[in-house]
């Protein structure tokens, strides 16, 4: 993918629509998976995000985000005991909702047709732990301080319009804690597909 | 400003997106949870009742007591098991160390689908095609439609009858939830109950009376 995205890079054209506008907006479909902890650890495409900006200077653009998705994990029949002996023999689904918002920083190398980007992601994660067990739900919900990488592509194939198409890869962290759960915060890694203007 | 709005409206929605797992996703066993009374010593008891019927609520307005063929192996299920671990059955004995009682609840939820595109069955892969009736584009539905989905549960205790008082309350020495969505028939939830009062047994193996050591 390195090697497809120089490729693209080097090859650009000057795109025309694209050079004199500072305001960007991007959104589109994500697809995550929650990685090291303790609750779920799979992946999903129950996402979506929305991202906008403005290039405060021709390569250096400001603004903010927001974006969802959750993660289910069933977990087969099993036997929990606990420490007053009492049992509970059930299968259930695990369910992670994460609903990360906040400011992004993002840096163009180019500003032609193709326009690779790093990016930075700082604000707040608003997540849901569910647990469903036969017909029963529990639910507990927190909030962390939410910190995302994020390396990227904008392509824009019609020069004379703003409408273009993202692809990005990303990893985030959350500060959200479920002691219930012995979530210790919140590792994603996913990328997405969207459209830009 | 509009941008500010949209990102709102955005987070808005994206808060409403949750996605529930599949209820198809279950092995469509009930759930056992079994708890015990403290310090409980089931080795200093030998004998047990067990109530000839199954109290059944939520069929009719009052609750009800059952000796279908049902109830009965349900019934059935728990004698069998607590002669496994050793205890006597000696019915209608008031010296009875134990005594057992069944209560069986049906619950049905109903609710109105109100989501954004509730009829999402209308577009399901070999629905009603939309010229059976003639020359239509589709269907829709010009009212809620209302949904309903039935549980049921056994619920079990287990009474310690050697300290029966007059007016006092029996001390409950053991009890256990087994439940669930109901399935298609009563005949094949009895047999997931009964599976379920095996399970109940399995992870409590403190209920052993001193005949089998």
């Excluded at chain 1, 990893?171 to 459209?195: E, H």
């Excluded at chain 2, 990102?7 to 808060?15: E, N």
């Excluded at chain 2, 310090?39 to 059944?56: E, G, K």
């Excluded at chain 2, 009829?119 to 939309?130: H, I, M, Q, R, V």
């Amino acid at each position: 993918m390195i090697l497809a995205v120089a490729v693209l890079v080097f090859t650009a054209g000057e795109a025309s629509a694209q050079m004199g506008k500072r305001e960007y907006i991007n959104g589109g479909w994500q697809y995550n998976g929650s990685i090291a902890n303790n609750f779920v650890e799979a992946g999903n495409g129950y996402g979506a995000y929305i991202e906008g900006g403005y290039y405060v200077t021709p390569m250096f653009a400001v603004g903010g985000f927001a974006s969802f998705n959750t993660n289910n994990q069933y977990v087969p029949k099993q036997t929990y005991t606990f420490s007053d002996n009492s049992a509970l023999t059930t299968d259930l689904d695990r369910s992670l909702y994460q609903v990360p918002f906040g400011m992004t920083m993002r840096y163009r190398f180019l500003r032609t047709e193709f326009q690779p980007y790093v990016a930075a992601k700082i604000g707040t994660e608003y997540s849901v732990q569910s647990t469903y067990m036969s017909t029963f739900v529990s639910r507990s919900d927190n909030w962390g301080f939410y910190v995302s990488p994020e390396i990227g592509l904008t392509f824009f194939p019609f020069p004379a319009t703003d409408f273009g198409f993202q692809i990005a890869a990303y990893y985030s962290y959350a500060t959200n804690q479920n002691r219930s759960y012995d979530i210790k915060g919140l590792n994603n890694v996913g990328f997405k597909l969207g459209i830009a203007f | 400003m509009k941008k500010i709005l949209l990102i709102s409206a955005a987070v808005m929605l994206l808060a409403a997106c949750h996605k529930e797992p599949y209820p198809q996703d279950s092995d469509n066993e009930y759930l056992v949870y079994t708890s015990p009374g403290k310090n409980v010593d089931f080795s200093q008891y030998q004998t047990f009742d067990i109530a000839d019927s199954l109290l059944v609520i939520g069929q009719s307005d009052k609750p009800m007591y059952s000796q279908s063929n049902n109830a009965l192996a349900l019934i059935q299920a728990f004698r069998v098991n607590m002669e496994k671990r050793g205890f006597i059955y000696t019915p209608s004995n008031p010296d009875a160390d134990l005594g057992i009682q069944l209560t069986y609840v049906i619950k049905t939820e109903r609710f109105v689908q109100y989501y954004d595109d509730p009829y999402w069955w209308l577009d399901y892969p070999g629905y009603w095609p939309s010229g059976y009736w003639g020359n239509w584009t589709g269907f829709y539905y010009p009212r809620p439609v209302t949904y309903t989905y039935t549980t049921n549960a056994l619920l079990t205790d287990i009474v310690n009858l050697t300290t029966e008082e007059d007016g006092k309350p029996l001390e409950i020495l053991w009890t256990s939830y087994i439940g669930g969505a109901a399935g298609s028939s009563i005949q094949s939830d009895i047999k997931r109950m009964e599976a379920a009062v095996d399970q109940a047994f399995v992870q409590s193996p403190y209920i052993t009376s001193t005949q089998t050591k």
